[in-house]
């Protein structure tokens, strides 16, 4: 099962990064204008150029490739998982990628014709989630032979963290579904100013379309901002992390060393795409160091817990 998980895990990883790119190109930071998209605020509605370029049409397919791939993994890591009934969590998460398979495959039928934020704050949570169990998946098998769990206090550090992350990532995909990545066009502040001027919270809502009404500038800069906290409060949270793995040296510390460089990466990147106006190849490192991150977390949140602490 582990191989599987692997090649699980690296599928994901193709189809993250094929969708974000997708989304790039076909609205908000792809798009010619904004933040309408040619012209119309209404995506589904999009007159775009009658050519599509090559690279587009690659991309497409991989993705749909992938996804396939993705989904025949799975099938055959819920079969496995269930002829050994034993192995609880193994069980437990072959059934949630099943689920969140079947949520995924729904859900892209509506993406190209939706303009609401939870579509695509779907997409990504759901990849993520499915990213982060085959990783946990592929580890497994050492859980199996050493696993003391997790402490109370341990429990705590690492589930904060996890959902620090998620929520940083969640806020992400709100900020490309609201074409919200260039309402603040400065750095460290907005507009100008330290905090926008009217704090406006519609564009929180996931339910909300993008352009029924359209959603004001305010909401856009209040959004990018809260995304650019956020990220402040994650950077200093991986800093503790950082700090904490490196106290117990050996294999730890290099999980601290490999956490440490993602944050950097991650928080260049994400000044780097305001202050060179989201270059495409800046904002899809952007996603990948992401993706990248997360399986490091969880990676050194597991070896936490097999070493007994």
């Given amino acids: 099962m582990a191989r599987l998980a692997l090649a699980g895990t690296l599928l994901m990883f193709v189809v993250l990064l094929a969708s974000a790119y997708l989304r790039l190109v076909q609205g908000g930071g792809g798009c010619s204008d904004w933040p309408h998209c040619y012209g119309t605020a209404r995506l589904a509605q999009t007159q775009r150029p009658s050519t599509v370029p090559p690279v587009v049409q690659w991309v497409r397919v991989s993705h749909r490739f992938a996804a396939t791939a993705v989904a025949a993994i799975v099938t055959a890591v819920l079969v496995i998982a269930l002829r050994k009934p034993r192995r609880r969590t193994a069980v437990a998460m072959a059934l949630l990628l099943a689920a969140l398979t079947l949520f995924l495959a729904v859900l892209g039928t509506a993406t190209p014709y939706s303009t609401l934020p939870a579509v695509t704050l779907g997409n990504v949570l759901g990849g993520m989630t499915m990213l982060g169990l085959f990783w946990w998946l592929r580890l497994e098998p050492v859980g199996a032979v050493r696993d003391p769990g997790f402490s109370r206090r341990a429990l705590m550090i690492w589930g904060c963290g996890l959902a620090l992350l998620a929520l940083q990532i969640a806020l992400g995909a709100l900020v490309n579904a609201n074409f ?39 909401a856009r800069q209040t959004l990018g901002m809260a995304h650019r906290s956020l990220a402040a409060l994650v950077t200093v949270c991986g800093i503790g992390l950082v700090a904490m793995l490196a106290q117990r040296g050996g294999a730890q510390r290099r999980h601290a060393i490999l956490l440490a460089l993602l944050l950097a990466m991650e928080l260049g990147l994400g000044v780097a795409l305001v202050a060179f106006d989201l270059p495409r190849a800046v904002a899809l490192a952007h996603h990948a160091v992401a993706s990248v991150l997360l399986i ?14």
Avoid: H
């Fill in 296 to 309: 490091a977390v969880l990676n050194a949140a597991f070896y936490w817990r097999t070493a007994g602490t």
């Fill in 180 to 218: 919200a990545s260039r309402a603040c066009p400065d750095f460290p502040g907005c507009g100008g100013a330290w905090w926008p001027q009217r704090w406006d919270f519609t564009a929180f809502d996931p339910w909300r379309e993008v352009d029924l009404p359209p959603v004001a500038d305010a």
